[in-house]
Nanobody, 128 residues
Framework: QVQLVESGGGSVQGGGSLRLSCAASGDTYKTSCMAWFRQAPGKEREVVAVVDRDGITTYADSVKGRFTIAQDNTKNTLYLQMSSLKPEDTAMYYC??????????????????????WGQGTQVAVSS
């Protein structure tokens, strides 16, 4: 089992910055890929950024150049550094981890159904 706990959400003005953290515990050695997703009211949960075991990162087009995903394996913590925030970034942000080894599609996994562990989420609100 893997437990994920997000923190760092809050309310900021447009153009501001936030850093989200995801503390992982349990069988973290089984994790092959971690990601940040977000879900705004009335919309589907969508991928924001992904990092695999080799450290390769992937970003949604909407956040490229503004968000950075990073991991500290010593602390078992995943980060999402967000800058130049926009009102459209307002959403619940979720940390996700994948421990399944079988994968036949392209890499990295980008769909929510390809991750089997989730945190409870942390709210980010960006005002105009």
């Amino acid at each position: 089992q893997v437990q994920l706990v997000e923190s760092g959400g809050g309310s900021v003005q447009g153009g501001g910055s936030l850093r989200l953290s995801c503390a992982a515990s349990g069988d973290t050695y089984k994790t092959s890929c971690m990601a940040w997703f977000r879900q705004a009211p009335g919309k589907e949960r969508e991928v924001v950024a992904v990092v695999d075991r080799d450290g390769i990162t992937t970003y949604a087009d909407s956040v490229k150049g503004r968000f950075t995903i990073a991991q500290d394996n010593t602390k078992n913590t995943l980060y999402l550094q967000m800058s130049s925030l926009k009102p459209e970034d307002t959403a619940m942000y979720y940390c996700a981890a994948r421990t399944w080894t079988k994968y036949s599609g392209g890499w990295p996994p980008l769909r929510r159904t390809l991750y089997n562990y989730w945190g409870q989420g942390t709210q980010v609100a960006v005002s105009s």
